[in-house]
Nanobody, 119 residues
Framework: QVQLVESGGGLVQPGGSLRLSCAVSASENIFSTYQMAWYRQAPGKQREVVARITPARTTTYPDSVKGRFTISRDNFKNTVALQMNSLKPEDTAAYYC???????????WGQGTQVTVSS
């Protein structure tokens, strides 16, 4: 069973930065084949993707976070990180780590970590 554990959320002032991390319990060879992503969900809103990184390390972002968020992965440590800069109140949400196993189309989720941007 693949498990994802997020960390790094918290309260930050507008304009501040946070770095989220996600540890994945999978073998190194398997983790490197996963497409990884970060999603977020604010109260009353649908869950939305904020960053994706492929096994080839190609990254994609929606316009709402482009230039402010950066996703990265470490295939030796089985971790994926989300560096969030210039945070805005509208970035407040629960952030979830996601792993997509291309070969089987299975998807795995972490338990989420709360990010609150407020003065």
């Amino acid at each position: 069973q693949v498990q994802l554990v997020e960390s790094g959320g918290g309260l930050v002032q507008p304009g501040g930065s946070l770095r989220l991390s996600c540890a994945v319990s999978a073998s190194e060879n398997i983790f490197s084949t996963y497409q990884m992503a970060w999603y977020r969900q604010a109260p009353g809103k649908q869950r939305e993707v904020v960053a994706r990184i492929t096994p080839a390390r190609t990254t994609t972002y929606p316009d709402s976070v482009k230039g402010r968020f950066t996703i990265s992965r470490d295939n030796f440590k089985n971790t994926v990180a989300l560096q969030m800069n210039s945070l805005k109140p509208e970035d407040t949400a629960a952030y979830y780590c996601n792993a997509f196993e291309v070969a089987t189309s299975r998807m795995y989720w972490g338990q989420g970590t709360q990010v609150t941007v407020s003065s």
